[in-house]
């Protein structure tokens, strides 16, 4: 393939011409907003002899990154050429264009230009390392190159520099939980005056699992008299999604009021996503409809919103709306109304929407909405309309949609589909531990209690276990957590004494327990014990030990509620006169005098 430019012999130009010939260039390269404006720009450049001027190739590399991203690569390998002079400036502008590219593999490529600036002789100055820092941010699974960059911002002297510091937190915050502590030893370091500062270190705690952490730092920052901006706030937010913290989400939402912090689009979708996900739905709603300006992503949001709960007409109304207002639907947003539609058992108008994709707006499925199809078919009971879908499929089945129809497989009752389907996926994908557990469980509800325990084993050898079930119970702004059997919490009797309390009320009022759903060779009776002690059981049993009469309780839980606590909490919900919102990996389930929002579907 010819190279996209050449590099010809520089014309002669009288120091005058050249001046002029660079302000003009200089000037083509501020108005380039589009390829072709760019190109023309690249044009004159080579025809004015500019192809060595370090101050137009800067600019250009920098239009480039903005205006046309896909050229910036061939670009940089036609004109950084070794009679280019390099300087600080150039330099910083490559590192950048690169590093905030939208191209996935430029960005792994921005930080290699740091150690061509080296070689050069050219010293780096403070606006080098936030970008290089970025950079190697990206870098997957290359903390090195990292911590090689942070030791040479110790060596030139810019490591106490506040936005260098901010980027080294953040740097830090995405090599991993690993890291934090260093990110931590940065932040402990540095001045605190800046939002920004405690931002970074929020973010970062957030990316690292360690959410209960950044919410603690959030409230050191407001004891430090730091006053929060939207980058904090949107940060906290996370925090309290990833906890499930409802209270804390509204606190926020009037924080956000009080201290009269800008409600952007981005803090909008962030407040109507938190709401949402922490169970409600009707808060997030609100403020969707106090929106002036909304994104598609605020529509999807909401959309997204409703379809958690099993409000799938409502969701689906909402995506009309949508259309109405002339916001077309993105592949986001179909990803959304389908699984609305899966999660509401409306298998119909899930067709049409998924046939509307290609037809009415020129989307090509993508795998994801492959699997809402699959996964609204299997929750509707059609295993085999699910198997055809998935055999006539024009790109390759992912191992997330196998899963599902072994999900619904063993819902279902075809357990001898379901093991074939997972013995496939455990030849094709055998590291992943999903595969082992699903078969594990057929033969547990099979009663194949060696075949069950050879998978075990096998588990145990290859290092892979099993992710516990873990539940997670907001009070007075404390997050308490739940893992089943577990004696740590310091109420731990007073809980287990309720959880038997609650077991003999349920059995009172005719509940069986759903012994099926135990996957170890015990007796009918242990197999009963076994099952009491769930993590959500031992949540709801805190909460209502906590709370007075009447009062909603709210659990979070990391994995999908099985069929017995979802059929034992319906009961409490009526023995003890109480709604109860459980939020599991998929969907919120709302409890209330007996009956569940699922309407038994999920």
């Known amino acids: 393939m010819p190279p996209l430019v050449s590099s010809p012999s520089a014309p002669r130009l009288s120091p005058s011409a050249a001046r002029a010939a660079e302000q003009h260039c200089l000037r083509l390269l501020a108005a380039s907003s589009t390829p072709t404006s760019l190109l023309q720009s690249v044009a004159f450049l080579l025809k004015s002899g500019l192809h060595a001027n ?23 390998a036609a004109l950084l050429r070794p009679s280019v002079p390099l300087d600080a400036f150039l330099a910083n502008t490559l590192i950048r264009a690169h590093a905030t590219s939208p191209i996935h593999s ?8 740091f150690p061509l600036m080296l070689r050069g002789a ?4 403070k606006f080098t390392f936030p970008f290089l820092l970025k950079a190697c941010a990206a870098l997957p699974g290359s903390p090195d190159v990292g911590l090689q960059a942070h030791a040479a911002a110790l060596k030139f002297g810019f490591a106490t520099d506040q936005y260098v510091s901010n980027t080294l937190i953040h740097m830090y915050s995405c090599f991993g939980g690993g890291f934090l502590g260093d990110a931590r030893n940065v932040f402990d370091r540095m001045p605190k005056e800046s939002a920004v500062t405690w931002s970074a270190m929020i973010g970062g705690y957030v990316r690292g699992g360690l959410s209960s952490d950044a919410v603690e730092l959030f409230r050191e920052m407001q004891a430090n008299g730091v006053q929060a901006d939207e980058v904090t706030v949107i940060g906290v937010l996370a925090a309290a999604t990833d906890l499930g913290a409802l209270e804390l989400a509204r606190w926020v939402r009037r924080f956000v009021e009080r201290e009269g912090i800008g409600k952007s689009v981005t803090l909008c979708n962030a407040l109507i996503d938190t709401l949402a996900k922490c169970g ?3 808060g997030a709603v609100a403020v969707f409809e106090g929106m002036q300006q909304r994104s598609v992503v605020s529509w999807t949001s909401v959309i997204d919103a409703l379809a958690m709960e099993g409000r799938g007409k409502e969701a689906v109304r909402v995506f009309e709306e949508m259309k109405v207002a002339g916001v077309p639907p993105d592949d986001v947003a179909f990803i959304g109304v389908l699984t609305a539609c899966s999660h509401a058992g409306m298998v119909d108008e899930g067709c049409g929407y998924f046939d509307a994709m290609k037809v009415e707006y020129g989307i090509e499925p993508k795998i994801e909405h492959y699997g809402c199809m699959v996964d609204m078919f299997g929750r509707a009971g059609m295993v085999e309309r699910a198997m055809e879908f998935v055999r006539t499929m024009p790109i390759q089945p992912n191992p997330v949609i196998w899963r599902s129809l072994v999900s619904a497989c063993r819902a279902h009752g075809r357990l001898e589909l379901g093991e074939s389907i997972t013995r496939s996926l455990l030849h094709e994908y055998p590291a992943h531990e999903a595969n082992y557990i699903m078969l594990s469980n057929v033969f547990a509800l099979t009663q194949r209690w060696k075949e069950k325990s050879e998978i075990r084993r096998e588990m145990s050898k290859r290092g892979i276990k099993k992710v516990p079930g873990c539940s997670i119970v907001e009070l007075d702004g404390e997050v308490h957590e739940f893992i089943a059997g577990d004696e740590s919490h310091p109420q731990y009797k007073d809980i287990y004494r309720m959880v038997e309390e609650m077991a003999r009320e349920l059995r009172r009022v005719g509940h069986i327990a759903a012994t099926s759903e135990v996957l170890l060779d015990l007796d009918e009776e242990d197999k009963e014990g076994a099952l009491q002690w769930h993590s959500e059981k031992l949540a709801i049993a805190f909460a209502l030990l906590r709370t007075p009469p009447g009062t909603q309780v709210r659990v979070v839980k990391n994995l999908r509620v099985c069929s017995d606590c979802h059929a034992a909490i319906k009961c409490i919900s009526q023995v003890y006169r109480r709604e109860i919102v459980v939020r599991d ?10 009956s569940c929002s699922c309407k038994d579907f999920w």
């Open 280 to 282: 409600d739905v009707d």
């Open 585 to 594: 990996r998929s969907r919120f389930h709302r409890f209330k005098d007996g």
């Open 122 to 125: 050219v010293v780096p100055n």
């Open 106 to 113: 430029l960005r792994l490529r921005a930080a290699a230009f």
């Open 54 to 76: 370090s101050l137009v190739l800067t600019r250009l590399f920098a239009a480039s990154a903005s205006a046309a991203p896909a050229l910036l690569d061939p670009l940089v």
